[in-house]
């Protein structure tokens, strides 16, 4: 079992920046890969971006490239996620999730473990 905690969340003015952390315990050495989503009321969970933790790789939804960055401390078992130039459409409920194997780093089904989410609200 991996257990993910995520924290930064909070309510800023659009075009703000926030960083949001996503903690790590429990059976970290299986983790493979590290994604980010969110969802917003009345919509379905979207894939933003994702880290590969050996490697270091990433990747983007198009929508938040060049705005948000993904990085990682492996020490600390913490993944971190950079998010500037703050939008009211950011608005939602920001999730990490875990992959313990090669997955479609898009879908959310391929993930194992979730946090409980931390909530972002950008006012206009």
């Known amino acids: 079992q991996v257990q993910l905690v995520e924290s930064g969340g909070g309510l800023v003015q659009a075009g703000d920046s926030l960083r949001l952390s996503c903690a790590a315990s429990g059976r970290t050495f299986s983790i493979y890969k590290v994604g980010w989503f969110r969802q917003a009321p009345g919509k379905e969970r979207e894939f933003l971006t994702s880290?590969?933790?050996?490697?270091?790789?990433?990747y983007y939804r198009d929508s938040v490239k060049g705005r948000f960055t993904i990085s990682r401390d492996n020490a600390k078992n913490t993944v971190f996620m950079q998010m500037n130039s703050l939008k009211p459409e950011d608005t939602a409920v920001y999730y990490c999730?875990?992959?313990?194997?090669?997955?479609?780093?898009?879908?959310?089904?391929?993930?194992?473990?979730w946090g409980q989410g931390t909530q972002v609200t950008v006012s206009s």
């Open positions: 999730a875990v992959a313990e194997s090669i997955v479609a780093a898009t879908i959310s089904s391929e993930y194992a473990y």
């Open positions: 880290i590969t933790l050996r490697s270091g790789s990433t």
